[in-house]
């Protein structure tokens, strides 16, 4: 029986960066490779119902999965996919792409008088071979640039061999006209040192000749030299973009590792011949004490151990693995060469291993959230909890603060399809005692739920509480004043050892506490609501903070308005000058009667 692609699900959790999607069929076979610069908008192009191709409608048809490769750059996304495509050829993509070769800068340097030139495809002609490239446009514009600050021809050397004086790109200063002896062999192959240097991304230096070209230009007001400047300094920075995706050799293949409580997601790359020509995401079921460095070490070694599979030179991972020497010894005779394992690595490698770092990270929170696995914690906490149902709503609420100040508590909402984030809440907290969480709790609570008394807002089946039992005695006493006694409290408590895994439930009703075990799918949902709950109200925190300091002292005090705020600031010189300023002081100002100076002073001196 074949079981339809949950698309509503899947694009839910889509993140919106730039990636690569393979939609497979039923039977695992690979349909169609695409890239996107943002992921979510492009897959869900293809979920619209209506206006699709015959051939879309088709291919949809028959999606059963889609795997998702983010990457750091659209760029990136576009030299990733035209690798996979090569490499596995899916049906859909010959039918409706054109899988040609991408472009590349050919420097003919086996040659007296070296010429930069043109290329699509590598390696068909002996010399230096630059890219490849997502733009034939960027790299002509680049090639033009770099014939006019380095003078190299670009010419054919059949018309090279045949000249007897110079050609118009001498006379327009685009060649040093080698064909003909105007320059010297030493000094030519100076220039082409150069510019392969700058193909290189090892020289910065014409940048900066170009940036104070453009900024003489434009003092001298004219405007479109430098905006030629301009467009000349955007198509070099292209040229020399690094791709990450497609560097100059080397096999390896490349782990990422993220672990959540609920879940690990392992995200391998396959990297031959310097390009990554594959990737594959696993969730292996772990205890939840395990770090990183035990499962990807354990992962490592059933992954190559347990079956016959190639094992390349260089593996490379997000951090140094538990009895790494062992791994490698084993691994090593599998191979009958020695293997290296590698954390710490630079330049192409160490981009390789961000991308399969974030990829990871992806597909774990994707996995997360998934429908099924959502709903299967939903399950396990109405057991846990005794419901005669699963629970529908779920509120969680968080106080975060430094030392007291610009307090902010978080209300974050889940239903059986995970976090429902257009329901999520945030209160700044006034009038309290600076650092006074049960204060701020109870603040929060009965703001929110006055609201929900009123009519204006979902009545929750479960309400949790980060926090131990003085919070939790907060939101029943709140509940209690509101009468709305229908409402399930828990509080979710660090345990003695404050790791993961051990956390303490605290009834509302009995005050009975109760710890679940590390692997409970219940637990796992209780972690994720708090963690999110926590998270939300802290970036909530920091974004008043910021604000806080960014502002100036004496905005928000009544009767202050623009004009009052210069004329202060102009007679003391400084906010901090009129802190240390009297009443009879301030009210020097013109502007400022002697009432609204006691005001200023007042604000400014809260605890006086």
Same mark, same amino acid.
């Given at each position: 029986?074949?079981?339809?692609?949950?698309?509503?699900?899947?694009?839910?959790?889509?993140?919106?960066?730039?990636?690569?999607?393979?939609?497979?069929?039923?039977?695992?076979?690979?349909?169609?490779?695409?890239?996107?610069?943002?992921?979510?908008?492009?897959?869900?192009?293809?979920?619209?119902?209506?206006?699709?191709?015959?051939?879309?409608?088709?291919?949809?048809?028959?999606?059963?999965?889609?795997?998702?490769?983010?990457?750091?750059?659209?760029?990136?996304?576009?030299?990733?996919?035209?690798?996979?495509?090569?490499?596995?050829?899916?049906?859909?993509?010959?039918?409706?792409?054109?899988?040609?070769?991408?472009?590349?800068?050919?420097?003919?340097?086996?040659?007296?008088?070296?010429?930069?030139? %043109?290329?699509?495809?590598?390696?068909?002609?002996?010399?230096?071979?630059?890219?490849?490239?997502?733009?034939?446009?960027?790299?002509?514009?680049?090639?033009?640039?770099?014939?006019?600050?380095?003078?190299?021809?670009?010419?054919?050397?059949?018309?090279?061999?045949?000249?007897?004086?110079?050609?118009? *790109?001498?006379?327009?200063?685009?060649?040093?006209?080698? $064909?003909?002896?105007?320059?010297?062999?030493?000094?030519?192959?100076?220039?082409?040192?150069?510019?392969?240097?700058?193909?290189?991304?090892?020289?910065?230096?014409?940048?900066?000749?170009?940036?104070?070209?453009?900024?003489?230009?434009?003092?001298?007001?004219?405007?479109?030299?430098?905006?030629?400047?301009?467009?000349?300094?955007?198509?070099?920075?292209?040229?020399?973009?690094?791709?990450?995706?497609?560097?100059?050799?080397?096999?390896?293949?490349?782990?990422? $590792?993220?672990?959540?409580?609920?879940?690990?997601?392992?995200?391998?790359?396959?990297?031959?011949?310097?390009?990554?020509?594959?990737?594959?995401?696993?969730?292996?079921?772990?205890?939840?004490?395990?770090?990183?460095?035990?499962?990807?070490?354990?992962?490592?070694?059933?992954?190559?151990?347990?079956?016959?599979?190639?094992?390349?030179?260089?593996?490379?991972?997000?951090?140094?693995?538990?009895?790494?020497? $062992?791994?490698?010894?084993?691994?090593?005779?599998?191979?009958?060469?020695?293997?290296?394992?590698?954390?710490?690595?630079?330049?192409?490698?160490?981009?390789?291993?961000?991308?399969?770092?974030?990829?990871?990270?992806?597909?774990?929170?994707?996995?997360?959230?998934?429908?099924?696995?959502?709903?299967?914690?939903?399950?396990?906490?109405?057991?846990?909890?005794?419901?005669?149902?699963?629970?529908?709503?779920?509120? $969680?609420?968080?106080?975060? +603060?430094?030392?007291?100040?610009?307090?902010?508590?978080?209300?974050?909402?889940?239903?059986?399809?995970?976090?429902?984030?257009?329901?999520?809440?945030?209160?700044?907290?006034?009038?309290?005692?600076?650092?006074?969480?049960?204060?701020?709790?109870?603040?929060?609570?009965?703001?929110?739920?006055? *609201?929900?008394?009123?009519?204006?807002?979902?009545?929750?089946?479960?309400?949790?509480?980060?926090?131990?039992?003085?919070?939790?005695?907060?939101?029943? *006493?709140?509940?209690?004043?509101?009468?709305?006694?229908?409402?399930?409290?828990?509080?979710?408590?660090?345990?003695?050892?404050?790791?993961?895994?051990?956390?303490?439930?605290?009834?509302?009703?009995?005050?009975?506490?109760?710890?679940?075990?590390?692997?409970?799918?219940?637990?796992?949902?209780?972690? +994720?609501?708090?963690?999110?709950? +926590?998270? %939300?109200?802290?970036?909530?925190?920091?974004?008043?903070?910021?604000?806080?300091?960014?502002?100036?002292?004496?905005?928000?005090?009544?009767?202050?308005?623009?004009?009052?705020?210069?004329?202060?600031?102009?007679?003391?010189?400084?906010?901090?000058?009129?802190?240390?300023?009297?009443?009879?002081?301030?009210?020097?100002?013109?502007?400022?009667?002697?009432?609204?100076? *006691?005001?200023?002073?007042?604000?400014?001196?809260?605890?006086?």
């Amino acid at each position: 029986m074949t079981t339809e692609f949950d698309s509503k699900a899947f694009l839910k959790n889509l993140t919106r960066r730039p990636g690569v999607y393979q939609m497979y069929a039923e039977n695992g076979d690979l349909l169609y490779i695409g890239k996107a610069k943002n992921l979510k908008n492009r897959v869900s192009s293809y979920f619209r119902s209506t206006g699709q191709s015959p051939k879309t409608q088709a291919l949809v048809a028959r999606i059963a999965n889609i795997e998702i490769t983010v990457t750091s750059s659209e760029t990136e996304a576009l030299l990733l996919e035209q690798n996979l495509i090569k490499q596995y050829r899916p049906p859909y993509n010959i039918l409706l792409r054109d899988d040609k070769s991408y472009p590349y800068i050919f420097v003919s340097d086996r040659d007296t008088y070296p010429a930069i030139r %043109f290329r699509r495809g590598s390696g068909r002609k002996k010399g230096r071979y630059f890219g490849p490239y997502p733009s034939s446009g960027a790299v002509k514009e680049s090639l033009n640039l770099l014939q006019k600050v380095f003078r190299i021809r670009q010419c054919e050397d059949s018309f090279f061999r045949n000249r007897s004086r110079p050609c118009l *790109q001498y006379q327009i200063k685009r060649c040093t006209a080698p $064909c003909v002896g105007m320059i010297s062999e030493e000094e030519y192959q100076q220039d082409i040192k150069h510019a392969m240097l700058f193909l290189q991304g090892r020289n910065h230096e014409i940048m900066k000749v170009l940036a104070n070209e453009m900024e003489a230009a434009s003092a001298a007001l004219e405007f479109e030299r430098a905006a030629q400047l301009r467009d000349q300094i955007t198509a070099l920075q292209q040229v020399q973009e690094q791709q990450f995706v497609s560097s100059q050799g080397g096999d390896a293949d490349v782990f990422g $590792c993220a672990v959540q409580p609920g879940g690990v997601s392992i995200h391998a790359l396959f990297v031959r011949g310097g390009r990554v020509i594959g990737s594959k995401a696993y969730h292996p079921r772990v205890s939840l004490e395990d770090t990183p460095a035990d499962i990807l070490g354990s992962f490592v070694a059933q992954f190559y151990l347990s079956g016959p599979r190639e094992i390349p030179p260089l593996l490379i991972t997000p951090e140094s693995l538990t009895d790494q020497e $062992c791994l490698e010894d084993a691994l090593g005779q599998k191979r009958g060469r020695k293997l290296s394992i590698q954390a710490n690595v630079r330049g192409d490698r160490a981009g390789w291993q961000r991308l399969a770092q974030t990829n990871a990270e992806q597909q774990l929170s994707s996995y997360l959230a998934s429908k099924q696995n959502m709903y299967n914690r939903f399950l396990a906490l109405q057991e846990v909890l005794e419901l005669d149902q699963p629970p529908r709503r779920l509120e $969680c609420f968080d106080i975060s +603060h430094s030392s007291g100040e610009a307090t902010v508590a978080s209300c974050v909402v889940f239903d059986r399809e995970g976090p429902k984030k257009s329901d999520y809440r945030r209160f700044n907290i006034e009038g309290i005692t600076g650092g006074d969480d049960y204060a701020a709790m109870h603040q929060a609570l009965l703001r929110r739920y006055t *609201q929900v008394k009123k009519g204006e807002g979902a009545v929750p089946d479960l309400l949790v509480i980060d926090g131990g039992k003085g919070q939790v005695s907060q939101a029943m *006493q709140v509940l209690e004043e509101l009468q709305l006694q229908d409402i399930l409290v828990i509080g979710i408590a660090k345990g003695p050892t404050r790791k993961a895994g051990f956390e303490v439930l605290i009834s509302g009703d009995t005050g009975e506490e109760q710890i679940l075990a590390a692997d409970s799918p219940a637990l796992h949902l209780l972690q +994720h609501i708090r963690d999110e709950s +926590h998270r %939300f109200a802290i970036v909530g925190h920091r974004a008043k903070r910021g604000k806080a300091r960014r502002q100036s002292q004496l905005e928000g005090i009544p009767g202050v308005g623009p004009k009052r705020r210069r004329e202060l600031l102009k007679h003391f010189g400084g906010v901090k000058e009129v802190e240390r300023a009297s009443v009879e002081e301030i009210a020097k100002v013109s502007s400022i009667s002697r009432t609204l100076a *006691q005001d200023i002073y007042a604000a400014l001196h809260p605890d006086s």
